[in-house]
Structures are given as structure tokens and as C-alpha cells.
């Protein structure tokens, strides 16, 4: 099993910057790659953004390119998504994810899931 924790998240105004972290714990070994993904009431879960844990791959979704950055610390088996500029579209709960594939972008690609963290951007 492997166990996801996510935190970081809060309020924030429009044009602010908020850091999410996610914390793996467990048998890590078996996942190649972690991403976040987003959802608000009444809409299919987003992917945010993937990376895998030799930091040398990552995928962004169209709608957050330019402003989110997504980041590995594999030693500490934690993975990061720095978000800037922030709009209040990116208002949403925040999941991290763990897959056993080197490239997955795709919701049902992520095997274990965080319980996920609360952004709110104000506008």
C-alpha cells in the first residue's frame, strides 16, 4: 500500500501563490509517478499536472502551463506543486496521486490517491 498525505492548502487572493505539498509513505518503491489533480462540486476530477520521480518528465494541463510548477524531492518521497498567479478557476480540492507507469496523465493511470487539500482563491 502506499499512503499519500497532502497540505499546503488555503486561501489565497487572485494573483497570489500557494506551495502544495504531498508526502508518499509506504511501499513507494512500486510507483514510477506522482501527479495532482483537482476538483470542484459537479465536475469530473482535472488533471493538474505529472511528474515522475527522477524529476526529468513532466506533463501540465493547458489551463495551468506558465503559472504551476510541479517538483520532486525523491529522497524525501514528497512531491511539490508550486502555484502562481492563481485565478479563482484554480479554486478546487487539490489531490496528490501515486501510478505504477512512467508517463500516466490519465485519472484511472494513478493507482492511490491523497484524501486532498481545500485551495480557495479569492477574487
Known amino acids: 500500500q502506499v499512503q499519500l498525505v497532502e497540505s499546503g492548502g488555503g486561501l489565497v487572493q487572485a494573483g497570489g501563490s500557494l506551495r502544495l505539498s504531498c508526502a508518499a509513505s509506504g511501499r513507494t518503491f512500486s510507483t514510477y509517478a506522482m501527479g495532482w489533480f483537482r476538483q470542484v462540486p459537479g465536475k469530473e476530477r482535472e488533471f493538474v499536472a505529472a511528474?515522475?520521480?527522477?524529476?526529468?518528465?513532466?506533463y501540465y494541463a493547458d489551463s495551468v502551463k506558465g503559472r504551476f510548477t510541479i517538483s520532486v524531492d525523491n529522497a524525501k518521497n514528497t512531491v511539490y506543486l508550486q502555484m502562481n498567479s492563481q485565478k479563482p478557476d484554480d479554486t478546487a480540492v487539490y489531490y496528490c496521486?501515486?501510478?505504477?507507469?512512467?508517463?500516466?496523465?490519465?485519472?484511472?493511470?494513478?493507482?492511490?490517491w491523497g484524501q486532498g487539500t481545500q485551495v480557495t482563491v479569492s477574487s
Open positions: 496521486a501515486a501510478s505504477r507507469l512512467g508517463r500516466p496523465v490519465k485519472t484511472y493511470e494513478f493507482r492511490y
Open positions: 511528474i515522475n520521480w527522477s524529476g526529468d518528465w513532466t
